[in-house]
């Protein structure tokens, strides 16, 4: 059918205006092949069914006469105003009115005898698909029958709110994002239940007070009908502006057409308007238009951007994302400065090579940016303090941390760069802590880099500056910012999401200063935070979240049972451990790459808990749960890396594999074995550390894998071996000791190897 799809475009195009009769008339005569004809009067009927069944919501215009059912009521509801019309029906405002309960929905009605056989059918499966949605941002359907005249009606979820492109249009342009996530979540959510909406537009979701969208109408919504590999769909209206080319050409959609409506939706959000001007134009011109006309780039600024919408709206289906999944992954991973799928990965291939084949000195390119950054504060700095120098301060600090930073960090010798780049945007981010009052985009906005410069400075277990003084200062100022704003939109999801990341960092710095107290406190916040998120949505990133901030917490707690030595504090530990790891699989199975990751470090987080209670009692079946459970751990990464060679996960595998070490030679005394497992995670650590020297997360790494091997060593009584072992992690961890002196879980490190290199060298 592709190849005659011109010549199905050219008879719509000359029959468009002829009545229906003489269409058929007109097809039947023609000569053209069966499918030619057959399609072309699909089209021909879809497009005028497209403005027909349950069309959405749009103020109605003043009549002459009252409408007949205002003040009637439908089963157990009074209707008291319409609301909104379409080709089919109308919709109005009622209210329960019954002895129940006080309940407001929105009823709508099927105008008796404009239901053909099919429509009805259609009628009976939206009342079905809707029963079966219950999902935080989908209108819920309520009830459903049939006036006393024979008209059908539905009850739907009265939602008051504004249309998300109207919402947009004073929102800055990451919290138009999250928002897109949020009704990403919701149609992925349809999808999984074999549903597609086939006509999401700017209407069909309304943004409420609180901040949350809700998507209405489904109710033109398919049903997915799964025959081996194929699926097929039930019926064809459609929004020609919202519509996929296969919608547009009156093929049968799926999910994939949702994707595209969601890619015209991000455009409009982003750009302001929508990839084609549709309006006033003929059915032949929009099927040239949509079918054919290539999307111009849609100039929002930043190319990954640009390239995740493009992806959505590609022509062909099986070229866009193949999931709603995906796609909100993809701005998702725009919003926290990493690549994204949608665009190729050739820049920093291209600046790696440069780096290899150029003997360059970094701090040139250190100076470079030096220079630079320093003029554009000097011009910005002369300039008045109007909003265009305001807005360029916002975006240069923006800029430095989220696309400079990530840019040079992969270079061999680029720690000097780094550390000025995080330099200059902390000197700016300072500079607009004292304009965010009232401003609440910027204020979260601020937050957010406060968070990034965080991570970029100190954050345990990720490629950092080693300054966890200068972390600990820039978690408690997003805090601070993220807990302002919390009080003045408690019901804002995306601040209590943000708060709920800023309380995490905190904690888990705390906890690396020693101040397990403190750390312990605020990451019972942050678990009371997830909690609440999860307990409001119930979906799989919110069961994510709530998991890993009981294993932030389980740190901190481990930590403290090194000072306290009390028995219950080690059950507690194990406790937490445990809770994270059953919500995680309670949220499962799952085939993301990110749910299998987190699966098994839980595994590992709780082996670790049951090994040091193992210590602490003498108990050694303790060792051996905790054997059992780390195995499970490992098997989960070995077959991802399996999976995805390009991706090995080297460090999560290796820190298992050191758990797994101490936890064989504790339960077993399997020297042979633990000692392949502290060989295999050194080897990993190895490499990581070596593709950038002046990674101290990394060498920190090597040095604990080091001490580990001598601690075991040293118990199996080979004494030198164990020595040469602790004697490879000394000069680390005096390094590490000078280049962050308040960090309290390095100074127990070299305590600890300065004791066992004095205990050895001692023959003890």
Partial sequence: MENNWREVEQVVGELLDLPEDEVRSRLERSGLAPEIRRRAGDLLRAWRDSEGFLDPPVLPASSPEPDRLLGERLGSW???????????????????????????????????????????????????????????????????????????????????????????????????????????????????????????????????????????????????????????????????????????????????????????????????????????????????????????????????????????????????????????ADVQCYLEGRPVSARPDTFFYRVRKFAARRAIPLTAVGAVITVSLAGAFFTLAQSRRAERRFNEVRTLAHSLLFDVYDSISGLPGSLPARRLVAGRAQQYLDSLERETAGDS??????????????????????????????????????????????????????????????????????????????????????????????????????????????AYLAEAQTLACGQKGVLTAFQEVLATSRKSLGILEAAGPRSEESWQVSLASRHFRVGYALRALGGRTGDVSYYRQALDIELKGDAVMRALAASNPERPHRRELADGLLSMALSRWECCRDLAGAMRDVHEAMESFVHIAGEDPHNLEARRDVANSYITGGAILGEAGRRLEALEMHRKALPVYEELGRSDPANAENAAYLAQVRAQIAALERGR
């Fill in 78 to 328: 009074r209707l008291s105003a319409v609301i909104g019309s379409g080709g089919m029906g109308t919709v109005y405002r009622a209210a329960r009115d019954d002895r129940d309960f006080a309940q407001d929905a929105a009823v709508k009605v099927i105008a008796a005898g404009r239901l053909s056989r099919s429509s009805e059918r259609r009628f009976r499966e939206e009342r079905q698909i809707l029963a079966r949605l219950e999902h935080p941002h989908v209108a819920r359907l309520i009830d459903g029958g049939v006036a006393p005249d024979g008209s059908p009606y539905l009850a739907m979820e009265y939602v008051e709110g504004t249309p998300i492109d109207a919402w947009a249009r004073g929102v800055d342009l990451r919290e138009r994002l999250r928002m897109f996530r949020q009704v990403c979540e919701a149609v992925q959510f349809a999808h999984q239940n074999l549903v597609v909406h086939c006509d999401l537009k700017p209407a069909n979701i309304l943004v409420t007070r609180e901040g949350t969208p809700k998507l209405l109408d489904f109710g033109i919504a398919r049903i997915l009908e799964r025959d081996g590999e194929e699926t097929r769909t039930l019926q064809h209206p459609m929004t020609p502006d919202y519509a996929s080319p296969e919608q547009v050409r009156g093929e049968s959609p799926g999910t994939s057409s949702d994707i595209y409506s969601l890619g015209v939706l991000l455009h409009e959000l982003v750009t302001g308007r929508r990839p084609y001007r549709l309006a006033g134009k003929r059915l032949d011109e929009v099927l040239a238009t949509v079918c054919e006309t290539e999307i111009e780039k849609p100039r929002s600024g930043a190319a990954d951007l640009d390239a995740i919408i493009l992806k959505a709206l590609q022509k062909e289906a099986l070229r866009r994302y193949r999931s709603v999944e995906k796609l909100a």
């Fill in 441 to 550: 985009a910027l204020t979260r906005e601020l937050a957010e880099s406060y968070l990034r410069l965080g991570d970029v400075l100190g954050s345990p277990y990720i490629a950092n500056l080693g300054d966890t003084t200068g972390a600990l200062l820039s978690f408690r100022k997003g805090v601070t910012l993220l807990e302002r704003e919390s009080a003045r939109y408690p019901n804002a999801a995306g601040v209590q999401e943000q708060l709920l990341q800023a309380h995490t960092n905190l904690g888990r710095v705390l906890a690396r200063q020693g101040k397990l107290d403190e750390a312990i406190s605020v990451l019972r916040k942050a678990t009371a935070e997830a909690e609440a998120l999860y307990t409001r949505y119930h979906d799989f990133s919110h069961a994510q979240q709530l998991s890993l901030a009981y």
